[in-house]
């Protein structure tokens, strides 16, 4: 089983169930893909595969992002914000990276513009 280093989970701000959210954004252009749970778990394997690995909170497991469906998520980096609770996982995306089939999970309809 991989471990996380304890000086990186010694940074980060986990909730209460142990999880901390994780943004997804393409390395290059800057857009903004999803929005992942990881636990210490999911962060270790992220790190050491290269692979984004999120915690499931509603199938209570792990997975990794286009195991089944082929869009993977090849990691380029990840970084912690000032807080601590938050991650940001640059990543280059094969496919689409929203279950609906989207290239982002924030193309569902614009809330508001200014």
Not at 20 to 37: F, I, S
Not at 40 to 68: C, F, I, M, N, P
């Amino acid at each position: 089983m991989t471990t996380l280093d304890p000086a990186i989970a010694d940074r980060v701000h986990w909730n209460a169930e142990g999880l901390v959210p994780a943004v997804v954004q393409q390395h290059d252009t800057g857009e903004v893909l999803m929005l992942g749970w990881v636990d210490d778990v999911a962060l270790a394997r992220t790190l050491d595969s290269g692979r984004a690995t999120y915690w499931s909170r509603s199938r209570q497991e792990y997975w990794v992002k286009g195991e089944t469906s082929g869009n993977v998520q090849h990691v380029r980096e990840v970084r912690l914000d000032c807080d601590g609770d938050t991650l940001l996982v640059r990543v280059d995306q094969e496919g689409v990276a929203c279950h609906t089939g989207d290239r982002t999970c924030f193309d569902a309809g614009l809330v508001h513009r200014a």
